[in-house]
């Protein structure tokens, strides 16, 4: 029988944010294979540290997924990725094409079906896809894979806010806290951020011309929401997102902006 490979969407975690088919797949095979974000020097392990001081809380959240299905989890040590590098695209290709090569060790070293638990949804801000390919392409491996969907974090920000992500008929533009700027020149009415670790949002030249609806943490323990005319919130926010890193010991932050026609004038 063909080997099996199957990137679960995995929403925010917890058990009662998998769907029923992401259950049973994650159920169905011999292991689980995830990158494990230490922050020591290389992105790695220290050999013998079982303990370390910054585990990656993510990995903990995956363990945790893992321990209720009964299947074991095998940590591959992230490869270093330069963050603020010259070439962006040449360094998000060479940081795919080493953990391509980090993934197929594991592989060719341990038989068996195997699983990546995705956070949130594979299609959305996610390399596993890309990876699973690019292990594929090297040619050493054969197996199929499937993608099970997950709960993505924009579908969450609607949920919890009770909102349509746009006006009838609107179009809704997802993208990064880099990229915002651009698509505010652009004229989008309706943006969903992400990737956003300093509220880009706070620097947009007319506040008043939009609403936020902002989010963090979402579908934990943790999770924190807000909303109302941007430059109102923006002290909100920022005691809100504070609150939600010193419970998770993490933060991931999402939000809509909606541009409001009527405070052009
Ligand atoms: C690498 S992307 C992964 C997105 C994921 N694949 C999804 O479908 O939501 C990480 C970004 O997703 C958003 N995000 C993920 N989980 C979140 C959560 N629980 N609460 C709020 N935003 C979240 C944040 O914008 C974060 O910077």
């Known amino acids: 029988m063909t080997r099996r490979v199957r990137l679960i969407g995995i929403g925010s975690g917890s058990l009662d944010q998998l769907t029923g088919e992401a259950r049973a797949a994650l159920a ?51 490869p270093p990725r330069d963050r603020d590098p010259r070439d962006y695209g040449a360094a998000v290709r060479d940081w795919h094409e080493a953990r391509a090569a980090a ?6 070293e341990r038989p068996g079906d195997v699983g990546f638990l ?10 596993t896809i890309r990876v699973v390919e ?41 993208t990064t ?7 505010v020149a652009e004229g989008h009415p309706n943006i969903v951020v992400m990737l956003d670790g300093s509220l880009a949002a706070r620097d947009l030249p007319a506040p008043d011309r939009w609403r936020i ?4 943490n979402l579908g934990t323990p943790a999770e924190e929401l807000v909303s109302g005319p ?22 991931m932050e999402t939000y809509l902006l909606r541009c409001l026609e009527d405070a052009e004038a």
């Open 28 to 78: 169905s095979v011999d292991y689980v294979v995830a990158a494990a974000k230490h922050r020591h020097p290389g992105g790695s392990l220290p050999p013998g540290d079982s303990d370390p001081p910054h585990k990656d809380p993510l990995l903990a959240v995956r363990q945790a997924l893992c321990d209720a299905a009964g299947v074991a989890l095998v940590e591959v040590p992230d």
């Open 118 to 127: 995705v956070w949130g949804d594979p299609s959305l801000y996610d390399s």
């Open 103 to 108: 993934y197929e060790r594991v592989l060719l």
């Open 177 to 183: 806290g880099r990229r915002l700027a651009e698509a």
């Open 213 to 216: 609806w902002w989010s963090a």
């Open 134 to 174: 690019q292990v594929l392409e090297r040619g050493r491996l054969d197996f199929d894979y499937d993608v099970l969907p997950g709960l993505a974090a924009p579908q969450l920000l609607a949920a919890r806010h009770r909102i349509v992500l746009h006006e009838v008929g609107q179009p809704v533009l997802i």
């Open 230 to 251: 941007l430059g109102g919130v923006l002290a909100q926010i920022d005691r809100a997102r504070e609150r939600a890193r010193n419970a998770s010991g993490w933060v």
